[in-house]
T-cell receptor, first 115, second 112 residues
Framework: AQKITQTQPGMFVQEKEAVTLDCTYD???????LFWYKQPSSGEMIFLIY??????QNATEGRYSLNFQKARKSANLVISASQLGDSAMYFC????????????FGAGTTVTVRA | NAGVTQTPKFQVLKTGQSMTLQCAQD?????MSWYRQDPGMGLRLIHY???????DQGEVPNGYNVSRSTTEDFPLRLLSAAPSQTSVYFC???????????FGPGTRLTVL
């Protein structure tokens, strides 16, 4: 079974608008961490934001915020005030269990920002 | 501080050839891993290591070998290349469980 599901293969967003990227996860372990990475067309993987399963508040990093709904097992990424440079592939990933460093990735969502 | 480095950036092999993808990090991270990225499939874990002398298999280990003789280096060996191994390969490292994984720039491998 897929541990991470990203159901939106591609999205278009107008510059300066907000966009939400969906991510649902599947785990029975109470200890887990959720990550979002950005991959621009140049190919590098850029870390954006992290949310731990015991964190009480939603994570935020600048224009990125994570809408963490534990009961629904979702960890959606919100990008506010989109910029042309936000056009990229975005991956959701999860670590399960304490002291297990392996990451499971979703298939990704391509975001295209229109001027 | 170079972070995670990978060589080569591009490689073309013929079926049956062997080669080693190099990965090094200068952050003294204990955890290192290799992923492959194929279109529409995200990144899949090949092998990983939690410290020098310790390696384990990930999701797609067949056809690949690894070793970890030092904290800094984690080479990935393709024993007998197959066209199915055409992919982009990423090496990554991290320290703590909650820490981000730092990725290398990737190696684009084509097997003819």
């Amino acid at each position: 079974a897929q541990k991470i599901t990203q159901t939106q293969p591609g999205m278009f967003v107008q510059e300066k608008e907000a966009v939400t990227l969906d991510c649902t996860y599947d785990t029975s372990d109470p200890s887990y961490g959720l990550f979002w990475y950005k991959q621009p067309s140049s190919g590098e993987m850029i870390f954006l934001i992290y949310q731990g399963s015991y964190d009480q508040q939603n994570a935020t990093e600048g224009r990125y915020s994570l809408n963490f709904q534990k009961a629904r097992k979702s960890a959606n990424l919100v990008i506010s005030a989109s910029q042309l440079g936000d056009s990229a592939m975005y991956f959701c990933a999860m670590r399960e269990g304490l002291n297990d460093y392996k990451l499971s990735f979703g298939a990704g969502t391509t975001v295209t920002v229109r001027a | 501080n170079a972070g995670v480095t990978q060589t080569p950036k591009f490689q073309v092999l013929k079926t049956g050839q062997s080669m080693t993808l190099q990965c090094a990090q200068d952050m003294n991270h204990e955890y290192m891993s290799w992923y492959r990225q194929d279109p529409g499939m995200g990144l899949r874990l090949i092998h990983y290591s939690v410290g020098a002398g310790i390696t384990d298999q990930g999701e797609v280990p067949n056809g690949y070998n690894v070793s970890r003789s030092t904290t800094e280096d984690f080479p990935l060996r393709l024993l007998s290349a197959a066209p199915s191994q055409t992919s982009v390969y990423f090496c990554a490292s991290s320290q703590g469980w909650t820490g981000e994984q730092f990725f290398g720039p990737g190696t684009r491998l084509t097997v003819l």
